[in-house]
Every structure is written in structure tokens, then in C-alpha cells.
């Protein structure tokens, strides 16, 4: 059966009358818990050097989107509808900059002990580390370009392990 003429039951986010529902994770097992996500985003060669001189007016942009990214993290259930309200364990939040490309690739990598998975967290705080980038570079140069946000690898369990 394709995705598209899957009965609505099929959805984990609907129930049989097609009501928005939280997944009930009630019944499940609390498993170790552990993903990473990925993104990029693209700018100027004077964006990129601003931020690796440490010369942009509003601050630190790398620290100040790895804070945001973590943060975002951590408030993924209050962004995402359905998300469930999860005791993180650990986010981290890093960044490699490419110059050959002008390029910087944001990471998150989010850890728990719980019942559901925290792919969504970890693809929030990289969503939300890029988005600070670009919000603290908009006065240099506002063509930056946010692209291949996406999972990198997610550990633990009922679909067990996922490597992008």
C-alpha cells in the first residue's frame, strides 16, 4: 500500500477518526536513547571571516549558536506539536568551517534515557544553531543559505540503529 492511500490508523499521529494524537509511549521500555543531526549553511567569504576573526558586532556567533542550538534542543516539545517532553541528558552543539567552500557545517548530538527517541531534538538544535548564525550575520550580508539539514545517526530503540 503506498504512503498515500495508507489508511489514516497507519499514522502514529492520528487516531482511527483522524484526530491529531500524541503517541502513547506508556507501555514502552526505557532504553538508552542517542541521536545526531546535521546541517549546513552557506555565506559570503566576508560572513565567514567576520565570524572566524571573531568581528561581528552582535558577539561570538559560533557560541552564541552553539547556546541557541542547545537550548533549542531542550524546548524541541514546546516547537513540535506531538513531541514528547524529554529529561535530556546530554546536548552538544558544534560547528566545522569550511573555507573552501564558505561553508559551516552545524552538528547536535542529543542523549537521553527514556521512552521515545530524540531525533527531533537533535535536528531542532541544528535547525535552531543556523538560524542564529544567519540572525547575527544578516547585517553583513542576508544570502545566506541554510541546506542538508538532516539525521546523521540515531542509536537505541524499538527501530533500532539508523546511520544516514
Avoid at 550580508?141 to 539508523?162: A, N, Q, W, Y
Wanted: hydrophobic residues 40%; negative net charge; glycine residues 8%.
Amino acid at each position: 500500500m503506498s504512503e498515500s492511500s495508507a489508511p489514516i490508523s497507519e499514522f502514529t499521529h492520528f487516531d482511527d477518526d483522524g484526530n491529531a494524537v500524541m503517541v502513547d509511549v506508556s507501555d514502552k521500555t526505557v532504553t538508552k536513547r542517542e541521536a545526531v543531526a546535521k546541517g549546513t549553511i552557506k555565506v559570503s567569504s566576508e560572513v565567514f571571516d567576520a565570524i572566524k576573526g571573531h568581528k561581528v558586532k552582535k558577539g561570538d556567533v559560533l557560541t552564541v549558536a552553539q547556546v541557541a542550538g542547545i537550548m533549542g534542543a531542550k524546548k524541541t516539545f514546546e516547537l513540535i506539536p506531538m513531541c514528547h517532553i524529554l529529561n535530556l541528558t546530554n546536548a552538544k552543539v558544534w560547528f566545522q568551517m569550511n573555507e573552501e567552500d564558505m561553508t559551516i557545517d552545524a552538528y547536535c548530538r542529543v542523549k537521553t534515557e527514556g521512552k521515545t527517541g530524540v531525533e527531533m531534538e537533535a535536528l531542532t538544535g541544528v535547525n535552531i544553531a543556523l538560524l542564529t548564525i544567519y540572525d547575527m550575520c544578516k547585517a553583513i550580508d542576508k544570502r545566506m543559505i541554510m541546506t542538508d539539514i538532516h539525521l546523521v545517526e540515531k542509536m537505541g530503540g524499538k527501530s533500532g540503529d539508523f546511520r544516514f
